[in-house]
């Protein structure tokens, strides 16, 4: 597969996977979406600590897909809606390599010091803008589980949201495989737990 842009993480998140369990069944149903341009340039989004936001989205798909067969769910809309939860435009934190990409995607860098409301901040905001993202690159692919399980991801925050619950188990698993992936990555100061609120910014 063509990498149109160099991943800001130091591997390759599909070289580790791939010796993994159901892999290929995997990785059969999401090589498209992983081959576009568009959801390559989540390579220079940094999103959990130094994680990027492309190797964040995999292994959240990977881990839902596994959850799926495990538990006897939809494995294709888990493995779809987990790689496409975090499928948000604006990058949050500042990052090497933005500079190459259009300024939609750095809009509320430029603009740190505006106020937001609640709703607008990035945790309450991004699966919003995912589900919009999904809509509009990936349109074959969605189905109403699958835009259910983007758009309330990070419920219970999704309660402030027009669509305010998770109402499928394709829902449940990627909610559960963000959190588990999440987990792994967070920042061992909790102050710094602030900044997955979109209230606090990313150290540099």
């Known amino acids: 597969m063509k990498y149109y842009y160099k991943s800001l993480d130091n591997y390759e998140i599909l070289d580790i996977l791939k010796n993994l369990p ?7 149903i999401v090589k498209d979406i992983l081959a576009s341009k568009e959801f390559q340039k989540r390579r220079l989004f940094f999103h959990h600590e130094n994680e990027c936001l492309w190797t964040h989205c995999i292994r959240v798909s990977y881990s839902a897909y596994l959850y799926a067969v495990k538990h006897k ?4 809309n888990c493995a779809i809606a987990g790689l496409l939860h975090d499928f948000y435009t604006r990058a ?3 990052s090497e390599g933005l500079e190459v990409l259009e300024d939609k995607y750095r809009v509320k860098l430029e603009h740190p010091k505006k106020k937001l409301k609640l709703r607008e901040m990035h945790g309450f905001n991004h699966p919003i803008q995912a589900l919009e993202n999904a809509k509009e690159y990936f349109p074959e692919y969605m189905n109403e589980r699958i835009e259910n399980a983007i758009v309330t991801h990070m419920f219970p925050m999704s309660l402030i949201n027009k669509t305010k619950w998770p109402k499928y188990r394709e829902s449940f698993a990627v909610w559960y495989a963000d959190k588990h992936v999440s987990w792994t990555n967070l920042p061992s100061k909790p102050g710094n737990m602030l900044k997955y609120f979109g209230i606090k ?3 540099k």
């Open 22 to 28: 159901f892999y290929d069944e995997w990785f059969e």
């Open 92 to 94: 949050w934190h500042p």
């Open 201 to 203: 910014k990313k150290n």
């Open 73 to 76: 769910i939809n494995t294709r």
